[in-house]
């Protein structure tokens, strides 16, 4: 009861569904091993109709089984673009945050150029050059995630380096790799985190958009923004086939959202107090 | 007279227990009255009940009254809100916490004005109030000198026209001579509005000088209250003496100052007898086992001890304050060879203002204590970033007579104790990693040993240690490579009267057994004078008059020592015991 006086509910209530997604996207495999099994001679069938809890696509399969199994996708390639995006944040922003000067400009104009292209067309073009495919697109967003999370981390990083105790540190004359990695990090990683928490929501988001377009997972594969977009003529045959992948789109990015907001307000929070 | 603000029977808890135990308080209209006691006193608690901030899980009860408007505390939170920003305003030490980094002045202040008033032309008014031109309303925070920025903070907690203001150390992160600005200013608008004043500080000048009346707070209690000069000139209490004899004489240098031992206790931990027992010299058993009831004392005074100090006591107790005849010892090592000397040091930062350092020579020997002294701005944080290699100067010298890597020569301590150490390392980390960069001849534990702390804070993160003992680490610190320097850039500044005495101490018996020399760098002309043989008087960056310090202190020759010299609040006979200021 203290516990959640402390922390409030948000956790609570977003924990739950998040935590729902995660072992989905873990025990896919074990818990709907025939997710992607069709059956054209059953064809499109009404939520409720025949055993299916939510009715079936086109193909026959069924969109209860097949939402489960979407959650790997759903998962997976949006964790490792937020990870990665924030290594590539955490590595350029603190060198740039720290050292400053050309390198801080240079960076700050990589990171401008970064983001001045359009996501989409940027994932088309890379898409038409390479092949598609679901790592291509995760290394893309990854990429393209990248100067939100530089920038965030180098002004985190300048907020820090003229505290007394960096200073101490130089006049120590310890090793600006250890003024970096051992002093300073510690101090940004909440931020850091809290950050990392919201971009898997937005590569979630990114991720759903590019299989809608039919730039993500292969055809066939579960994915909810690719049952978006195969489900999109079947809104009169069968609403849940489109209501369901929409919905799960929804609810896990808006937890993720709301936790990554809480998160960040209490480290920006405990920073203050500092 | 109906009191502007009174409080009864307030009483603080927290989840570990209570903070602060039935304090009563009361201001008249126009007047001011001091709340001084030690860091952890509950001094801020008692600003943040009476106005309604208290942080969650922190509560109060007992009565508030404010003119007409009585509040029962614990009750209705609305009303306090109500009569928060209405009738009570709230001035905090550092504005950059209580204004938005990210928001102009003006709006703002415009922000805390009654909608009816919130025109350009009322901001620019109220700015002018508080001596500002009208163009600071179109700047954001971190534009503004530190100075700056605590009028734009007053002038908005003011907007509401309160009857009272509490103020939380309104001045304590501002040199001498902007405090004393904010301060007059702050007394003219309290005449103008007839506004009664509530102000927490731990600088017993301060409370001197601007105070009608003073309560002393110990671990959440009210120990003694009078007339401040009252107080001042023959306290009752042990705690008010100790405090007194602890903050360092402008007019005179003592041998030695006398200290508190230990700290303020939890408040909670106290479960019977005399909270000030641990600490008291005078403690005897009835002080153990029943608590003191708070007792008249003469005209309007009080005070809660069993046996209160008489006229005869006070005249003893001065006795471990006695002047010291000989000047500071200097533990000269190779004669008093210079260790280093900078010559003609210039630093200018952007284009067209005036240089931070211009054309500096100064000399330090080695083991010698020597003091700079100057406003904020005029460059003593500069020529002390330059020394450890922080800023790099635009010309000129420094010379040092020894050999060896920089951080093994000079080491530095900064004012803020908070921010000295870091968040995320214990203190055995940051000991040790500092250790390491000397000739491993210091261990944590004989360094913390070296700053008079217990082994066992090891183990501590920075934020379970108080200021002082931050303070105390980052001494430690800097003392860990075995530097021949150690240059302190106003490093007891934010402390307590009682916790500075002990690092003032601490720092001249480090001096004296190590045979360090000290570059001190204060604005503050009384610890100066307790610490350096030789003083640097700095103004704009030059050097404008350098001797001996009791020379210097005992006949300045320059006009801007003496300005300085009269800024330093309650600067006439700080303790009561020496007479005449020094008038130049
Ligand atoms: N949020 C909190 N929860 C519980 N206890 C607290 C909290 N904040 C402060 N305290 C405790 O309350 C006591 C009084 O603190 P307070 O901040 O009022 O002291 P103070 O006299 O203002 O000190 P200073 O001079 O350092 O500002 C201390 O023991 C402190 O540790
Ligand atoms: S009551 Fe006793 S212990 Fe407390 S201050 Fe007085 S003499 Fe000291
Ligand atoms: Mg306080």
Known sequence: ?274 | MSAALDVAGLRVTAPAGVLVESLDLRVDPGRTLAIVGESGSGKSMTAKAIIGLLPAGVTATGTVRVGTATVQLGGDQRVLAGLRGTRIGLLLQNPFTSLSPVHRCGAQLAAALPAAARTAAEVERRLGEVDLPGRVARMYPFELSGGMRQRVALAASLASDPDVLIGDEPTTALDVTTQREVLDLLAGLQRDRRMALVLITHDLGVARERADDLVVMYAGRGVERGAAEALFGGPRHPYTAALRDSDPPLDHRVARLPTLPGSVPRSWEITAGCAFAARCARAAARCRTDAPVEAPAGAGRTVSCWFPLMEDDLAMGSAAAQPADEPPATATVDGGAPLVRVAGLTRRFGGDAPPALDDVSIRIDRGEAVGVVGESGSGKTTLARCLVGLEHPDGGRIDWSAAGPRHRLVQIVFQDPASALNPAMSVGAALGEAASRGDGRRSVGDLLDLVGLPAGYARRRPAALSGGEQQRVAIARALAPDPLLLICDEAVSSLDVSVQAQILNLLGDLHRRLGLAVLFITHDLAVVRQVATRLYVLRAGRVVEDGPTESVLGAPADAYTRALFASVPGGHAVDGRGEGRVDG
Request: hydrophobic share 55%.
């Open chain 1, 1 to 274: 009861m203290s516990a959640l006086r402390r922390l409030g509910w948000t956790p609570v209530l977003c924990g739950v569904p998040l935590v729902a997604v995660v072992a989905c996207a873990a025990l896919g495999s074990w818990l709907v091993p025939d997710a992607t099994r069709q059956d054209m001679a059953l064809g499109v069938v009404k939520a409720g109709s025949a055993g299916h809890l939510l009715g079936t696509d086109k193909l026959g399969r069924d969109i209860f089984q097949l939402s489960i199994a979407g959650a790997r996708s759903a998962v997976v390639g949006p964790v490792c673009i937020a990870i990665g995006s924030m290594v590539l944040g955490v590595l350029l922003g603190t060198l740039a945050g720290y050292r400053g000067g050309w390198l801080d400009i240079g960076l700050s104009k990589y990171a401008d150029l970064l983001l001045a292209m359009p996501t989409t067309l940027v994932a088309l073009v890379v898409a038409g050059l390479v092949g598609g495919g679901y790592w291509v697109t995760v290394a893309v967003l990854m990429v393209l995630f990248s100067p939100t999370d530089i920038r965030l981390v180098r002004s985190a990083v300048m907020t820090q380096v003229t505290r007394p105790y960096i200073e101490s540190a130089k006049v120590l004359g310890l090793a600006d790799r250890r003024i970096m990695f051992r002093h300073i990090l510690p101090n940004v990683a909440p931020v850091a985190l809290a950050t990392m928490l919201l971009n898997v929501a937005f590569a979630l988001v990114g991720m759903s958009a590019l299989s809608f377009l039919g730039l993500g997972v292969g055809p066939g594969e579960p994915d909810w923004g690719r049952q978006l977009s195969d489900a999109r003529k079947l809104l009169v045959a069968n609403p849940a086939a489109v209501i369901a992948p929409g919905a799960l789109i929804i609810v896990t990015a808006a937890a993720i959202n709301l936790l990554g907001d809480w998160v960040q307000e209490r480290a920006e929070r405990s920073a203050r107090q500092r």
